[in-house]
């Protein structure tokens, strides 16, 4: 499966964005997967942020970001959101979507297929 992120940009403090993610080119529904969201800021490793099943009846999310960002998905758009509202500096990061095949909630997350990110920029 191929994923392509969209939807970052710079905003305030406070601010709110929403991300997508458009899943194409694989030979599976799009409701098989699992998909999720992770993170990368400059000079820290990669960071699970929030991950959704495939049915969309289940998520997860990192502490950090609970009760500001949310995880939703339209199987018949082949697409994934993450909306974030009240937006922090310490949210600045490349954002990247990723998808496992009949992948499960709950860490360990393992996610085979990635987009190319996504940036996001929060200014102080």
């Known amino acids: 499966v191929q994923l392509q992120a969209s939807g970052g940009g710079l905003v305030q403090a406070g601010g709110s964005l929403r991300l997508s993610c458009a899943a194409s080119?694989?030979?599976?529904?799009?409701?098989?997967?699992?998909m999720g969201w992770f993170r990368q800021a400059p000079g820290k490793e990669r960071e699970f942020v929030a991950a959704?099943?495939?049915?969309?009846?289940?998520?997860d999310y990192t502490d950090s970001v609970k009760g500001r960002f949310t995880i939703s998905r339209d199987n018949a758009k082949n697409t994934v959101y993450l909306q974030m509202i009240s937006l922090k500096p310490e949210d600045t990061a490349v954002y990247y979507c990723?998808?496992?095949?009949?992948?499960?909630?709950?860490?360990?997350?393992?996610?085979?297929?990635w987009g190319q990110g996504t940036q996001v920029t929060v200014s102080s």
């Open positions: 959704i099943s495939s049915t969309g009846g289940s998520t």
């Open positions: 080119a694989s030979g599976r529904p799009f409701s098989l997967y699992g």
């Open positions: 990723a998808a496992e095949y009949q992948g499960r909630l709950g860490p360990p997350y393992e996610f085979h297929y």
